[in-house]
């Protein structure tokens, strides 16, 4: 079975800063990735996935994530953090289980952005 | 707004009680996402319909149920309620029935309390 590992429940950068949000998983078949933001009181919304092709994937908000396929990462990155980033952030992988295929989540990053 | 409602928001019923949660899914998609999310669980695939029928199956309990109507509406029934059983419970739904490639669109999510 494939899962998710996020590396740190919390983290904490300036305004402006290079936000740096990590993820690992463990995959026997090629794997398809993805990260989701979820906001103060409101459901997911998908901030972009890797399936097949470019490595580095952009997704919106300013946001992109980078698959390593030695690493076995799919780290999250934003250049530059704004106020409005704080939230959490959930990578998640696509698993194919007895029941067909379903989307496994980490245990989330919450961002928090300081002024 | 993702165009996916779910209805009720908030929900307070104790244990061994019965509930259902419902779930509009964007126009045009066919497919319904049920999540349970919970501080000691975090994030979990229910199970998956597709056009009113089961497609994939996740860490959904015996005392759950779901079903998506024709008019591809979708309700999770939540029976002989337990203290564990409270979490906010999401809907999702995306176009086709490909979890890895199509894009799920999520509700804001019922939270439901058990006393």
């Known amino acids: 079975a494939q899962s998710v590992t996020q590396l740190g429940s919390h983290v904490s950068v300036s305004e402006g800063a290079l936000v740096l949000l990590r993820c690992n998983y463990s995959s026997s078949v090629p794997p398809y990735l993805f990260w989701y933001v979820q906001y103060p009181n409101q459901g997911l919304q998908l901030l972009l996935k890797y399936t097949t092709g470019a490595t580095l994937v952009k997704g919106i908000n300013g946001f992109e994530a980078e698959f390593k396929k030695s690493e076995t990462s799919f780290h999250l990155t934003k250049p530059s953090a704004h106020m409005s980033d704080a939230a959490e952030y959930f990578c998640?992988?696509?698993?194919?289980?007895?029941?067909?295929?379903?989307?496994?989540f980490g245990a989330g990053t919450r961002l928090f952005v300081k002024a | 707004d993702s165009g996916v409602t779910q209805t009720p928001k908030h929900l307070i019923t104790a244990t061994g009680q019965r509930v259902t949660l419902r779930c509009s899914p964007r126009?045009?998609?066919?497919?319904v996402y049920w999540y349970q999310q919970s501080l000691d669980q975090g994030l979990q695939f229910l199970i998956q319909y597709y056009n009113g029928e089961e497609r994939a199956k996740g860490n959904i309990l015996e005392r759950f149920s779901a079903q998506q109507f024709p008019d591809l509406h979708s309700e999770l029934n939540l029976s002989s309620l337990e203290l564990g059983d409270s979490a906010l419970y999401f809907c999702?739904?995306?176009?086709?029935?490909?979890?890895?490639?199509?894009?799920?669109?999520f509700g804001p999510g019922t939270r439901l309390t058990v006393l």
């Open positions: 126009s045009g998609d066919l497919s």
């Open positions: 999702a739904s995306s176009v086709g029935s490909a979890v890895r490639t199509d894009t799920q669109y």
């Open positions: 998640a992988v696509s698993d194919r289980g007895t029941g067909g295929f379903k989307t496994i």
